[in-house]
Each structure stands twice: as structure tokens, then as C-alpha cells.
């Protein structure tokens, strides 16, 4: 059975206003960061998703604590929704000794075993055949547990995603490579970094499915990665989902983006996936003004006691320079 096509799913109210929650928080968490960067308060250089959320909302929702994510250096949020906390995340970006790292890395390499996160390492592409090892361990443990990896448009072009996807297709391995196409790699048209419009086509050359869809639309991500994880559990393979979305922001916080037109950023910006989903929610009556002000409130509690309780963290000291070595 194809993964993608006719996934049907129902998601209950409370369900709803949850992958809301998180389109919000994950949102608010990026906005403030930018902030704080220009504070000063962040010792690691920061790559905002903002604008980008709907891939990390959708494809993360309903993900067991056991199946694995690779996230990259622009997915904090996917930390967030995989059960690090906002204080100890935002903690890793001040490099306090509460982060988790305890101040150690430049903030983007972490993982957590525990909850089935993996860290990034700095090579783009690197962590795909990794995520490759990983489903061939749920398979030969014989568990039905799953891998989301993401990669960008332009990790796309290196020969660790060939590879990755060739050995994944060839295994059958339980995994969902979820391309975030924010249509720039640092200051890159993707244009100049493909001759094809669709990453999604490179699937069918490793013989799984490959799909592009509106990486802007939170539902829309939702019901891909379902069939997608659903395929994988069965034990029938992987899938690609190209998700086309934007980045607002630079490439990162010191990138002020001059290679792409205020007319390019304005029409995506149109396309938030934020209002769309309010819209949704209203429509449906799902969402009034006075839960979306207590989604809003419950947001900026969330970030504002990650923000005092990461300021009032400890520094690490000289001696955890050499703690938790192995050799
Ligand atoms: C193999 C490799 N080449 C180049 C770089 C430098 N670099 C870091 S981020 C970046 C752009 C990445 O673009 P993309 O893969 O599309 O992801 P995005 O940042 O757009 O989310 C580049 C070129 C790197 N880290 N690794």
C-alpha cells in the first residue's frame, strides 16, 4: 500500500489546539532567541526555524517516546516536542551547566537517548546514514518503532543523503527522511543547487515513495508523515517528504539574507502557517479569542520562566571541561 496516498485521520479538538500550542510556543521560542542574540545572552550561533514550524509540528505530533528524530540545527522545536523542556533547552543555548550539554558544545550537537533525540553533527547530510543505523536497529530488534530525519534542500545534494536513502531502500528500513525545502541553503537558491524542482523525486531512484507538499500547512504535514510512519511500522519501508516551506529569518542570526528580495519574503510571509491554522480553528470553532489569549499567555509563561531560570543557571566550571569523557 502507498504510504501517502488517502491517509485518513481525525484528530479530536484537544488535539487540535495542541499541535496550536506548540505552532505557538515553538514560534515565541525562536522569536525571543533572535532577541537575546542581539543581547548578547546566547553563546551559540543561532539558526531560527521561523516560518518553518508546520514541518516540526506535523511531524513530530504522535511520535512515541521511543521512535527516534536526527534534527538539525534549525529544529529546536522538534527538542521541544520530543519532552526537553524549554528551561533546559533554552539553558543549551546560554551553554549553562542545566543545559544538556552542561555548556560543552555550541549548542547544536546535543542529543538525548532517553528521548529518542539524536544529535547533529556540523557536516550536512552526516546524520542520514546515521538515522539509516538507527532503523536497521529497530529492525533487527524487531521493535515497530520509527526515525524522522530532516535534512534541508541543500543537504540533499551531498552523497550521505544518496547514501543513506539507497541503503534505506535497499533495508526497507523504518524511516521518514523529512526534507525541510526553505528554498535556500545558507545564501543558495535551490535553482542554482538542482537540476530538478522536487527533492521528493530522488526517492523513486532508491524505490520508495517521494512526495512534495505544503510544508506550510501544519494538517497537511500531519497526515504525510501519519501514512508515512504507518508504512514504516508495518515494516514496509521508507518514505521522503519533501516539505516545501521559507525561512523569515537569515540563513542564521548574523545573515542579514540581502540575497533574496523584500517581495519574496512578503509573499511566503503571507503564507505563515500560524494564521492559516487560526483561520482553520476558527472556522471550525475550535479557537475564540479567549483561548487563543490563554494559548498566548500559557506560551509567554513558558518562555519567559525558560529565559529567568537559564539566566540564573550556573556557568559550568574548568573541571567539566574534562567530566563524562570516555577516554
Ligand atoms: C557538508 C557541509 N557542507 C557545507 C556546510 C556549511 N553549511 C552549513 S549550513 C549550510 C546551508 C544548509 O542548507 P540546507 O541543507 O538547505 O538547510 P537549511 O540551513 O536551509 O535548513 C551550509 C552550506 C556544512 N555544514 N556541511
Same mark, same amino acid.
Given at each position: 500500500?502507498?504510504?501517502? #496516498?488517502?491517509?485518513? =485521520? ?62 538539525? &540545527? ?6 521541544? @516536542? ?6 533546559? @533547552?533554552?539553558?543549551?543555548? =546560554? ?6 550539554? #552542561? +555548556? ?22 552526516? %546524520? ?28 540533499? %545534494?551531498? +552523497? ?5 536513502? %539507497? =541503503? ?13 525545502? *526553505? ?10 543547487? @538542482? ?18 507538499? *505544503? ?14 510512519? %504507518? &508504512? ?18 537569515? &540563513? ?14 512578503? @509573499?511566503? #510571509? ?14 471550525? &470553532? ?13 506560551? #509567554? ?10 539566566? *540564573? ?15
Amino acid at each position: 500500500m502507498p504510504p501517502i #496516498k488517502r491517509t485518513k =485521520f481525525k484528530l479530536t479538538s484537544e488535539e487540535l489546539l495542541e499541535m496550536f500550542y506548540w505552532l505557538k510556543l515553538i514560534r515565541a521560542f525562536d522569536e525571543r532567541l533572535s532577541v537575546l542574540v542581539r543581547q548578547g545572552k546566547v553563546r551559540s550561533g543561532v539558526y531560527t526555524g521561523i516560518g518553518q514550524e508546520a514541518v516540526i509540528v506535523g511531524t513530530c505530533f504522535h511520535l512515541r517516546r521511543e521512535d527516534y528524530i536526527c534534527p538539525l &540545527h534549525r529544529d529546536l522545536g522538534a527538542f521541544l @516536542m520530543k519532552g526537553v523542556e524549554p528551561r533546559v @533547552m533554552m539553558s543549551q543555548m =546560554f551553554a549553562k551547566m542545566t543545559g544538556l550539554s #552542561k +555548556g560543552r558544545d555550541s549548542a547544536l550537537h546535543s542529543g538525548v537517548p532517553e528521548l529518542g533525540i539524536f544529535g547533529n553533527t556540523s557536516m550536512l547530510g552526516a %546524520n542520514l546514514p546515521v538515522a539509516a543505523g538507527l532503523g536497521l536497529t529497530f529492525k533487527m530488534d524487531k521493535t515497530d518503532n520509527v526515525v524522522i530525519a530532516y535534512f534541508g534542500e541543500g543537504a540533499s %545534494n551531498v +552523497g550521505d543523503f544518496h547514501e543513506a536513502l %539507497n =541503503f534505506a531502500g535497499v533495508q526497507r528500513l523504518p524511516i521518514v527522511f523529512v526534507c525541510e525545502n *526553505n528554498q535556500y541553503a545558507y545564501s543558495v537558491p535551490i535553482e542554482r543547487s @538542482m537540476a530538478i524542482d522536487d527533492v521528493a523525486d530522488r526517492a523513486e531512484s532508491y524505490g520508495f515513495e517521494g512526495v512534495a507538499i *505544503n510544508g506550510n500547512d501544519v494538517l497537511a504535514v500531519y497526515q504525510a508523515t501519519l501514512g508515512a510512519i %504507518n &508504512h514504516a511500522r508495518r515494516g514496509e519501508g521508507p518514505t521522503l517528504i519533501e516539505c516545501k516551506t521559507y525561512r523569515w529569518h537569515g &540563513h542564521s542570526e548574523h545573515d542579514k539574507a540581502f540575497y533574496r528580495s523584500d517581495e519574496e519574503l512578503a @509573499m511566503w #510571509k503571507s503564507r505563515d502557517p500560524i494564521p492559516t491554522f487560526t483561520t482553520y480553528l476558527r472556522a471550525r &470553532h475550535l479557537l475564540d479569542d479567549a483561548k487563543l489569549a490563554d494559548v498566548e499567555a500559557r506560551v #509567554k509563561q513558558a518562555i519567559d520562566e525558560a529565559v529567568d531560570y537559564a539566566s *540564573n543557571a550556573a556557568d559550568p566550571g574548568p573541571e567539566e571541561a574534562i567530566a563524562d569523557l570516555y577516554a
